[in-house]
């Protein structure tokens, strides 16, 4: 059963860091993601480039809910990813409320992420640490 929401808590986890994928299909989809218009060229280009990142954490957390090697190492790029846009967020004064929706929903995933940790970390020690024998 702990294996099951451990699997569906990656799952949500990355789905959430996948779903940008959509600004790489260009202005009026990243404008639906951040309520903001008028993109140069260059912040285009970066923007795009920001959905094909984001896709890759996703995708690698969405992989490490079936591949179990694979999740200290998706968790930790999540966690960076995440972390770096609530750090950046809390440093700056933005109103808008789109990017205050992404902060908050980074702030969830990253406890649901701490959660699925947690849990596989409890159900891996006590499958690895040996026990007494008296």
């Not at 993601?33 to 959905?51: C, E, I, K």
């Not at 930790?76 to 808008?96: K, R």
Request: net charge positive.
């Amino acid at each position: 059963m702990l294996k099951l929401l451990v699997t569906m808590l990656l799952l949500l986890v990355g789905a959430i860091n996948f779903a940008p994928i959509l600004g790489v299909l260009g202005p009026s989809s990243l404008e639906r993601l951040y309520s903001v218009n008028g993109f140069t060229p260059d912040v285009l280009m970066l923007l795009r480039h920001r959905a094909i990142l984001l896709a890759i954490v996703g995708g690698f957390l969405l992989v490490s809910a079936l591949r179990v090697s694979y999740r200290t190492p998706a968790s930790v790029c999540a966690y960076v990813s995440m972390t770096s846009y609530i750090l950046i967020f809390g440093a700056s004064d933005v109103e808008n409320q789109a990017l205050i929706k992404i902060y908050q929903i980074d702030t969830v995933a990253i406890a649901l992420l701490i959660v699925a940790n947690v849990i596989d970390w409890q159900a891996w020690k006590r499958v690895r640490l040996p026990t007494k024998v008296f």
